[in-house]
T-cell receptor
């Protein structure tokens, strides 16, 4: 079965410092991986995806993610964190079944950027 | 371009009651998926609708049912509510023909069961 794991419940980083939010995956076949962000009382907003191609994927709001097949990881990164980046971040894998698919989400990582 | 809209935003129900949540997909999308997000958890897949049929279902009891209308909007119905059904219910839409496109989520309906 497809799954993703987010090993950190919370990540704290100072404003201006680089940030990393970790995600590892377990899939059969080629992984289709996504990162979403959730602000309080809101739905999930798409940040970026990896389908195929370059291992470094660039997304919205200056975020990027590095796909590492040997380590089965898909960590989210940003070179310089902003206070406004503070939110809940979810990694997800797309699980295809027949002609349809569903997303399997991790448990989330709360990012706190300190001024 | 309207995104995914859900109604109502908040709902309080009593155990044993029934509830209906509504979702309008993003313009151009024809597939609707529903997710349950309990407090402190990631979203859990409930089911997906395309062409007015349930195409895939997650590990949820049949108290959870749904419907998709010809205009692609969707409803989620939950019968015999339990306290454990309290959660944020998220609707997500996509276009069936582009499997690599990401899901677009609404802001959710917060259901509280007392």
């Amino acid at each position: 079965a497809q799954s993703v794991a987010q090993p950190e419940d919370q990540v704290n980083v100072a404003e201006g410092n680089p940030l990393t939010v970790k995600c590892t995956y377990s899939v059969s076949g080629n992984p289709y991986l996504f990162w979403y962000v959730q602000y309080p009382n809101r739905g999930l907003q798409f940040l970026l995806k990896y389908i195929t191609g370059d291992n470094l994927v660039k997304g919205s709001y200056g975020f990027e993610a590095e796909f590492n097949k040997s380590q089965t990881s898909f960590h989210l990164k940003k070179p310089s964190a902003l206070v406004s980046d503070s939110a809940l971040y979810f990694c997800a894998v797309r699980d295809r079944l027949g002609g349809t698919y569903k997303y399997i989400f991790g448990t989330g990582t709360r990012l706190k950027v300190l001024a | 371009d309207a995104g995914v809209t859900q109604s109502p935003t908040h709902l309080i129900k009593t155990r044993g009651q029934q509830v209906t949540l509504r979702c309008s997909p993003k313009s151009g999308h024809d597939t609707v998926s529903w997710y349950q997000q309990a407090l402190g958890q990631g979203p859990q897949f409930i089911f997906q609708y395309y062409e007015e049929e349930e195409r895939q279902r997650g590990n949820f009891p049949d108290r959870f049912s749904g419907h998709q209308f010809p205009n692609y909007s969707s409803e989620l119905n939950v019968n015999a509510l339990l306290l454990g059904d309290s959660a944020l219910y998220l609707c997500a839409s996509s276009f069936f023909g582009t499997a690599n496109s990401p899901l677009h989520f609404g802001n959710g309906t917060r259901l509280t069961v007392t």
